[in-house]
């Protein structure tokens, strides 16, 4: 069986985590510290970062973008990326841009961390403001479907990865931001997005950890 070395609160192994529930493939399930000596993630991925799948055959898959493609072509049920390619580059586009905000969120997270006087204000400044202007595009998208009488997903009517990739990164700014914030009064429709999604028991069974 396929193994996923993941952490709890990684929204793109989350991401992972999701599109195999939503696929119904089973995979084996392996949390890791990153900064532990005997951590395995480097043996499978020399860029040290997690997802890794670990195929059966022991070679393995990274990042969660190639992951998710391989899950999705290992069958046939609920495709989340579209057969049309036309349909499949949008789908791609709102991925590659809510991944684009969690690279940011994560990056500003990660230099919050660092003691106060080693802190980078002006870059943590950048950073946050990617996060703003991914959130507002997004919102501003999802606004553009509404006003077009289509569904309450992102692409073509569809649940499909563009609105798990969106589900994950609003799980994890919510997560590392949510005093700074709020979805609700400042990005309406995501929040409306979230809220539809926290109803699949993919999204419930993999909510980021406080």
Known sequence: MMKLLYTINSPYARKVRIVAAEKHIE???EEVVLAA??????QYNPLGK???LILADGDSLYDSRVI???LDNRTPVAHL????SGLKIKVRRWEALADGVCDAAVATMLEQRKAASKQDTAFIERQMAKVTRGLQVLNDDLAKNNELGKSKWCVSGTFSLADIAVGC???YVSLRFGAAINLTTEYPNLAHLQAELLKRQSFKDSEPVA
Do not use: F
């Open 81 to 84: 990326l579209p057969l049309d």
């Open 37 to 42: 000596p005997d951590c395995p993630v480097k």
């Open 169 to 171: 990164m609003l799980g």
């Open 27 to 29: 995979i084996t399930l």
């Open 68 to 70: 998710v493609e391989y």
């Open 50 to 52: 997690v997802p890794v």
